[in-house]
């Protein structure tokens, strides 16, 4: 049948990255197929194979439409879980959060349904990968954690341990629970995977003072990265054997291979001390703002503090100079008038404090009056989750309302994107409640970032309220 040998060289094409040609194939394979409906199954797999070749060629708004018609083909759960995942791979290269994570959810349903245990591994492996691109780390190191449980027993670990440290790693996790799941993914994952857990390794090693540890797992993951090089280059040999189909090529083409291997081992190596170069100055210039943030609110306090005691000194002058107009009644009319102007100079002062206060608290009222406000709170009160336009227009309530507050907070510049929407709607005055159901996360989770986010602002430990005093006091 023409349709299995147009899918044999489309296959054939993929396999030498051929991926147009593919296409091709694939179409023409497809609109022969229209006309066979019983083989429904032979379709299925021909869709899902174009898809694939759209998506290695990043061509990803003509890969939706097949994606999305393989699903509706499909009749097993088997079939529906992973068209569901070939979905939401689509929507997490498109940066689409809600679609991504919803396909992510069905796709892990239907392998559940399926009983199957490795592919509801993979499945939960996928979901952790997804939330952790939308910078959710709680529900990814949830799902991260829960794939472990359904690997099963005698299949390699390593990839799924890797995922667990890294998360870990990522959210400032104690060394030794990091260390721990990174000695587990170093054993047990494949040779080309675990370079990249030598280097966490590495790092880990060198933030405890183990320099000599932290030396001996770089130069596992340099050699790592040499070994996963030549690997690569001994296929591009391959390659070009069968390109060219001459001997003479051959050998020219190794030779231009071993110097560009030395030329790679020479820039990887330049490349790890800029990095460490740049890592240092990094935190040298973090301890430096750190030390510049303590300063700022330790000023902000210090002015908070000096008005309030101003404002009780004068009002107990008053008092006392109110009791001293009364006992002189009207012996010394001259005296009672110095005393009287003395009362409206405190009075006058104490008229300007209280302005700058009502100023505050009129500031405050105008943001919960704003538009924007009232929206967040019925989207948290209808379990909705926040999206870029409406951070967008958080950012412009606070620049006009606290035209300082964004440059104050800009002044550390260490947080994640996700520390820096947690600001913005601290800054709003919204409940921690109302925060985890807009970006999607439990209450507890909120408490525990908004004390990882002050300690790493203000480099001393504290609790959720401390964090939103600070923000208060900026701008």
Not at 138 to 158: F, I, K, T
Not at 390 to 405: G, I, K, R, S
Request: net charge negative.
């Amino acid at each position: 049948m023409r349709a299995h040998a147009l899918y044999e060289q489309a296959e054939a094409d993929g396999a030498q990255h051929a991926y147009d040609s593919a296409i091709r194939h694939l179409h023409e394979c497809s609109v022969l197929l229209e006309s066979y409906p019983e083989e429904r199954d032979f379709r299925r797999t021909v869709l899902s194979l174009l898809g694939d070749a759209y998506f290695e060629q990043k061509n990803y708004a003509e890969s939706l439409p097949v994606y999305r018609e393989f699903l509706s083909l499909c009749e097993t759960d088997r079939e529906k879980s992973i068209a569901c995942h070939d979905l939401s791979s689509y929507y997490v290269m498109t940066e689409q959060p809600d679609s991504a994570l919803y396909y992510a959810h069905r796709s892990l349903h239907h392998a559940l349904i399926d009983a199957d245990s490795l592919k509801t591994a993979y499945r939960l492996h996928s979901l952790a990968l997804a939330y952790n691109v939308f910078q959710q780390p709680d529900s990814a190191l949830l799902y991260a954690r829960r794939a472990l449980d359904y690997v099963p027993q005698g299949h390699p670990r390593g990839t799924y341990y890797y995922a667990v440290g890294s998360l870990l790693y990522e959210a400032d996790a104690p060394a030794d629970s990091v260390s721990h799941y990174m000695a587990l993914a170093a054993a047990d994952t494949t040779y080309e995977g675990r370079f990249n857990t030598y280097y966490i390794l590495s790092e880990l090693a060198e933030e405890q003072g183990d320099y000599p540890a932290a030396l001996d797992h770089l130069y596992t993951y340099t050699d790592h990265l040499d070994s996963i090089y030549t690997a690569e280059r001994g296929v591009d040999v391959q390659q070009l054997i069968y390109e060219y189909q001459t001997q003479l090529q051959v050998a020219r083409e190794r030779e231009r291979s071993q110097r560009q291997l030395w030329f790679t081992a020479l820039c990887a190596l330049s490349v790890v001390a800029v990095l460490v170069i740049l890592w240092l100055n990094t935190r040298r210039r973090k301890a430096e703002l750190t030390l510049e943030v303590e300063n700022l609110q330790r000023q902000r306090d210090e002015q908070y503090r000096q008005s309030a005691d101003y404002i009780a000194d004068n009002e107990r002058q008053i008092a006392q100079l109110n009791e001293q107009l009364s006992d002189l009644g009207s012996e010394n009319t001259e005296l009672r008038h110095q005393l009287q102007r003395r009362v409206e100079k405190i009075e006058a002062e104490n008229r300007l404090a209280q302005l700058i206060i009502t100023d505050r608290e009129e500031l405050q009222a105008q943001v919960k009056s704003s538009a924007i406000y009232d929206e967040l709170i019925e989207m948290a009160a209808a379990d909705k989750s926040l999206r870029t336009e409406q951070m967008q227009q958080v950012e412009q309530l606070l620049d006009a309302v606290y035209p300082d507050f964004r440059r104050s907070l800009s002044v550390n510049q260490s947080e994640s994107p996700f520390e820096y929407q947690l600001c913005l709607l601290a800054k709003l005055g919204l409940r921690a409640a109302d925060i985890a159901v807009l970006t999607s996360h439990t209450p507890s989770g909120i408490s525990r970032a908004k004390e990882r986010l002050f300690a790493k602002l203000t480099a001393h430990p504290g609790k959720a309220a401390d964090l939103d005093r600070y923000i208060n006091s900026l701008g």
